[in-house]
């Protein structure tokens, strides 16, 4: 088992940038990725990073904007550029055991940290 902590998260104004790390417990082996949740809506997939082969995926909204990167074996960051009030939310890290996914779907993910808010001011 896993445990996740995430970090960064804040109150920022449009246009700024935030960086949100995610610190595993042992993160070797395992797909790593970030989801949101907004006031009164379900979680949503932003992006998602390979154990296997470092590659990653995003949801359209935040393509061009949000990067994911592994910093160390245990560190997964989530560089947010371009902040819009939309993206307001708070923002969970999550591991998947499958290391060579970079899945969209939440029900894959076994392991997730407690979020962290992120507050987009316009």
């Known amino acids: 088992q896993v445990q996740l902590v995430e970090s960064g998260g804040g109150l920022v104004q449009a246009g700024d940038s935030l960086r949100l790390s995610c610190v595993a417990s042992?993160?070797?082996?395992?797909?790593m990725a970030w989801f949101r949740q907004a006031p009164g809506k379900g979680r949503d997939f932003v992006a998602g990073?390979?154990?296997?082969?470092?590659?990653t995926s995003y949801a359209d909204s935040v393509k061009g904007r949000f990067t994911i990167s592994r910093s160390n074996t245990n560190t997964v960051d989530l560089q947010m550029t371009s902040l819009k009030p939309e993206d307001t939310a708070i923002y969970y890290c999550?591991?998947?055991?499958?290391?060579?996914?970079?899945?969209?779907?939440?029900?894959?993910?076994?392991?997730w940290g407690q979020g962290t808010q992120v507050t987009v001011s316009s």
């Open positions: 999550a591991a998947d055991r499958s290391g060579w996914r970079t899945s969209g779907t939440e029900t894959l993910y076994a392991y």
């Open positions: 042992d993160g070797r082996g395992y797909a």
């Open positions: 990073l390979s154990w296997t082969t470092g590659r």
